[in-house]
């Protein structure tokens, strides 16, 4: 198990389809708690550790990746999660820092079970068998309709989009639909948040769930 003591620190992860505005608010949230000289760390997946940047490097990025099948996409997610979680969260939680996610597990119950339609009950094992006991305190679903996810995908002028950022409409509205259902189905872990909002609205409204769930 990653964590053999109770720690002090606490886990947010945030989660959403792409270009939902997550690492906006990541961004934001960990420069409110700096200015009040709390240690904060912000990581991403899949990536944040030499070993997860380079699995990611081949999810998102070879050219051979849209042979990828839903199986070796699911574990090579869990494997950068694994390193992620032993390497970095964990020692964090343990010195009582706060880390900040850009996704984590239920990514995988979204994308690779729902979006994929991998069955769920393997998805959920190697997901739990990935993060050990490392399960976040909170997680902020930034909920934005599918077809504004792919209108702010197209106003990126980074890159060419990768795998994910590729995808349809219809993959974009079942994970949109995936994690509503999880907000549902966990409401004292999830909180979710119109992510059409203005940015300013969002992170206020992300700062009172915060202080609301880990007071």
Not at 39 to 50: H, I, S
Not at 73 to 94: G, H, K, M, N, Y
Not at 151 to 171: G, T, V, Y
Request: charge should be neutral; include cysteine; proline fraction near 5%.
């Amino acid at each position: 198990m990653p964590l053999k003591q109770k720690p002090t620190g606490r886990l947010i992860s945030f989660e959403g389809s792409e270009g939902s505005g997550k690492s906006t608010q990541i961004a934001r949230l960990a420069a409110h708690f700096q200015s009040l000289k709390r240690e904060v760390v912000t990581t991403r997946e899949p990536g944040g550790t030499e070993i997860g940047e380079q699995i990611r490097n081949i999810i998102v990025h070879n050219s051979r990746g849209d042979e990828m099948c839903a199986e070796t996409e699911l574990l090579l997610f869990t494997a950068a999660r694994a390193q992620l979680v032993r390497e970095v969260i964990a020692p964090a939680l343990l010195r009582g820092a706060l880390v900040l996610s850009d996704r984590f597990l239920d990514s995988s119950t979204v994308y690779q079970g729902i979006g994929r339609n991998l069955a769920a009950d393997p998805v959920n094992q190697i997901n739990r068998f990935a993060v050990g006991n490392v399960m976040p305190h909170l997680t902020i679903v930034l909920d934005v309709p599918e077809a504004v996810s792919l209108a702010r995908l197209k106003q990126r002028a980074s890159d060419l989009p990768d795998r994910m950022e590729r995808e349809n409409i219809d993959f974009y509205r079942k994970v949109r639909e995936g994690y509503l259902v999880l907000a549902r189905g966990m409401p004292e872990r999830f909180v979710v948040v119109d992510g059409t909002r203005e940015p300013e609205w969002i992170e206020k409204r992300i700062r009172t769930a915060v202080e609301e769930r880990l007071a």
